[in-house]
Structures are given as structure tokens and as C-alpha cells.
């Protein structure tokens, strides 16, 4: 063989880089969305199962990529160890590759066949090594010798038992190789001072990756899952309630985001309990702590997770009263501060620095894809407030227009689209008397009625 050879060979023995720290970082993905999504909408129906699928898929990889790095190991310690020290046996095949064929054996040819082969040969016990050397002419035939090692004989004698041995590539080849050059030699290797290194690659790169993923996306999952939720957000062009006015409690568990409540008196009020928590809650208005209903309507049934409920009851005089969960009263419990001028929960941000109070309110309830109430009443010049509240399983939402089709109504008028289960007041003042027009925007032709100004 010339100088100028040509090796192609393969570092003993080499691992090939394993996907399954990216499929887990992958997976930590899935969940991380997933959780969110579950602990922003519980009350859908999809939330749960996809869930459940991601922590199905992250535990999958795990096992996966813990079952794939120890078989790697094992091999790896197989390798070095050499099985207590016994000597390695070596396969030598040579041959000659026709004259100008030595391109296209490299590319399409036996040399190219050979070192395919080489992902077949790892899964053989005892495979170690595979080596290609080659000393291309500038004229006439170029030799090719093509070397496996092994760690013991029986390995050796496995190979040799297969259809797939470097024989059998050699003699699929008959036009990149030369008749009677073929030659080979089954050899015991005495000495070898080649050390036998194991690299794991792309492993860890893949493994930082995937632990940035999981570590960053459960860290906002997890601040979205438990973090209280101390402010209800207001929509869509809908006035802020003032301070200690808000038509929403919300409960978590265990704990309301109101202790206060200011109400007027001797005024129909409509509250709404909204259950953020992972357990059951309800609210219930007392005249005293373990004492009777504050009026009829005010005592609330006990919600599951997700869950809302509005209670519509009359106030009493001025004094101060009492709220609580029926099932956390201890820990979850305020003060119902009935006094005069206190705005009329919902309506005070209609109201405006006037302090003027709502003149009506109105429930609406919207299932699969029907309004309860198709009719509604308000006072021209004056606050209206609307509690609406999805009880279907599909987006819903209300807005009121000035007529079929037309332009909305007014400041506040227009309801956001709310997922299942989920509810909102809007406020507005309506403009002069007249019949005016609301829908659901996703459902028009079969969810709509008229709303009456006097």
C-alpha cells in the first residue's frame, strides 16, 4: 500500500447519541402547557385527560432514557473490562477494488455497503470495532482491507455464523471487486495499546436541554397552579368595581380574596361566588357567626372545583353581618359591612363620582345554545348591571346592540367570550328609551333577545 492511504475507521466503541433526553425534554414541554392549561380551565372536559397524557408521556421517556443509558453502560464496562482480561480476536478481510471503480464503491458501492453495516454489527455480543482502510491507486486496482474486532471468539464465530458477514457484502459486489483478490485472516490480537474510550456525545447536551425545559416550565406551572388568585380581571371594556364592592368572591383553598364586604341597605344585590380551589366551597351570608341566614337566597350551594353560583337576596338595615364557607368556616369567613351610600356590588364603576346606584340588575344564563331569558328591562339615564354566566360546554358570551346587526349599545355593553362554567357582570348605562337588541356573538340567529328602556 502507498503513502497517500485513506483510513476510515470507527473510535472502539463508540455510542451513538441518545434521542431519548430530548424526547423527555420534549415531553416536560407537553406537561408544562398542560398544566397551565388544566389549572387555568378545569372545568373543561379535555384539560384533565391531556394532563394525564403528558405525565404518562414524561414518565415513558424517563424510563426509556434510564433504560437506554444503563444498556450503554453495561456494554461500555463490557469493553473495558474485556471480559476478566482475556485476550480480543480480530476478522482481517482484504481485497482489490477494480481499476476507476473506487469512487463509486465509497458512494453507492462495497465500501459503502461495509460501513452501513456498521450499526447492525453493535447489536452482536461481543462487537468491539470496525475498521476500513484504504489505499486508493492512481492506476489499476486499489486494496481495501476492512478489519472487526471482537472481545472473545465466540463472538467471532456468532459473526461468522450470520448471513451478513463482510464475505457476504464482498461477494455482492462483483463489479467493484477484483476475482481472487478477496483474502481472510481470523486472528488472535497478542498485543493492543490502543486504549478503549466510551463517548456519550450529544447525551449530555441533550440532557441540560430537556432539564432547562422541564426545570423552567414547571417552575411557571407551578406558580400559575398555586398562587392565590387575589384579583378577578375585569373585561373588555367593563367598569372596575370600587374597593370592597366587587359583584365576584373568589375562594382557593382555603381562603376568600374578600374578608370585607360593604353593602347598601334595604337593596336586592346580586353576588357571585366563583370555586378557583381544588376543593369543594361555597358562600353563605349570616347575621351573626353560627346564626341564621342573613334573607332568603342568601345561603349558597356547595361548589365543585371550577364552579360558579350567584346568590340574589335583599339586604337588611344597617349593621354589620356575617360570611362563610359552610365547610371551612374557620379558616374561610369575613364581615358584611351594611351601611348607607355603599355602591350596589358590580355598579359602582358605572356610577362614576356621581356615587349613583344601579338602577336593575339581571341574571343570564346561557347554555347549548339557548338563553334562559330573552327579554330583559332597564331604566333610560341609569346603571344596568347583567350577570352572565355559561353553563353550556361550548363559548358563549352576551352583548347588547342598538339594534339587530348594528353598533354596540354602549360602554360595557359588550361581554368577553367565556370558557364553560365561567361568568362576568357587565355594567352600562343604556342611552333613551327604546327596544335594543343582545346576542351571543357565536351563536346569533339562536341565542338573542330584546332589552327594554323606559
Not at 468491539?128 to 489505499?135: E, H, K, P, Q, T
Not at 481472487?180 to 466510551?198: A, N, P, Y
Not at 346592540?401 to 362576568?424: C, R, V
Amino acid at each position: 500500500m502507498t503513502d497517500h492511504s485513506s483510513h476510515e475507521e470507527h473510535d472502539a466503541p463508540t455510542s451513538t447519541p441518545s434521542v431519548w433526553p430530548l424526547i423527555v425534554g420534549l415531553a416536560a414541554l407537553f406537561l408544562g402547557f398542560s398544566l397551565i392549561w388544566w389549572a387555568q380551565d378545569r372545568g373543561n372536559e379535555f384539560s384533565g385527560p391531556i394532563l394525564a397524557a403528558a405525565v404518562v408521556a414524561v414518565f415513558i421517556g424517563a424510563a426509556g432514557w434510564a433504560y437506554d443509558e444503563s444498556k450503554m453502560r453495561r456494554k461500555a464496562d463490557q469493553m473495558e473490562l474485556g471480559k476478566g482480561g482475556e485476550s480480543r480476536f480480530t476478522q482481517v478481510v482484504t481485497f482489490s477494488v477494480a481499476a476507476g471503480r473506487m469512487a463509486v464503491a465509497r458512494e453507492s458501492g462495497i465500501i459503502h455497503d461495509i460501513d452501513s453495516s456498521d450499526n447492525a454489527l453493535r447489536d452482536l455480543p461481543g462487537f468491539v470495532d470496525l475498521r476500513i482502510i484504504a489505499s486508493p491507486a492512481v492506476s489499476g486496482p486499489s486494496q481495501v482491507l476492512v478489519e472487526t474486532t471482537w472481545t472473545d471468539r465466540e463472538g467471532l464465530a456468532t459473526y461468522e455464523q450470520t448471513r451478513r458477514t463482510m464475505l457476504d457484502l464482498v461477494g455482492q459486489h462483483g463489479d467493484d471487486v477484483v476475482p481472487g483478490s478477496v483474502q481472510v485472516f481470523d486472528m488472535e490480537v497478542v498485543r493492543d495499546t490502543k486504549e478503549i474510550s466510551v463517548r456519550f456525545g450529544l447525551a449530555p447536551a441533550f440532557a441540560v436541554l430537556g432539564a432547562l425545559i422541564v426545570g423552567g416550565f414547571m417552575v411557571g406551572a407551578g406558580l400559575t397552579v398555586f398562587q392565590s388568585n387575589t384579583t378577578a380581571a375585569a373585561a373588555p371594556g367593563a367598569q372596575t368595581p370600587a374597593a370592597g364592592s366587587s359583584s365576584t368572591i373568589v375562594a382557593t383553598d382555603n381562603k376568600f380574596n374578600q374578608s370585607t364586604i360593604t353593602l347598601p341597605p334595604n337593596t336586592d344585590v346580586t353576588l357571585t361566588l366563583k370555586n378557583d380551589g381544588k376543593a369543594k366551597h361555597n358562600l353563605h351570608f349570616m347575621d351573626k357567626p353560627n346564626g341564621n341566614d342573613l334573607a332568603p337566597g342568601s345561603a349558597g350551594a356547595i361548589l365543585d372545583p371550577g364552579k360558579s353560583e350567584a346568590l340574589t337576596f335583599k339586604t337588611p338595615g344597617v349593621g354589620t353581618y356575617y360570611f362563610q364557607c359552610d365547610l371551612h368556616p374557620d379558616q374561610m369567613k369575613g364581615t358584611v359591612d351594611v351601611k348607607e351610600g355603599a355602591p350596589v356590588p358590580g355598579a359602582a364603576g358605572a356610577a362614576g363620582a356621581t356615587g349613583a346606584a344601579s338602577s336593575g340588575s339581571a341574571k343570564v344564563v346561557a347554555t347549548d345554545n339557548k338563553l334562559d331569558k330573552t327579554a330583559l328591562d332597564a331604566t333610560a339615564g341609569q346603571p344596568f348591571s347583567v350577570l352572565f354566566q355559561n353553563n353550556g360546554k361550548v363559548k358563549h358570551n352576551l352583548h347588547f346592540y342598538d339594534k339587530q346587526n348594528g353598533s354596540t349599545l354602549a360602554q360595557g355593553a359588550e361581554g368577553a367570550i367565556l370558557d364553560p362554567g365561567k361568568s362576568e357582570t357587565l355594567t352600562f348605562t343604556p342611552p333613551g328609551p327604546g327596544v335594543f337588541w343582545f346576542q351571543c356573538d357565536l351563536h346569533p340567529d339562536q341565542m338573542n333577545g330584546k332589552l327594554t328602556v323606559k
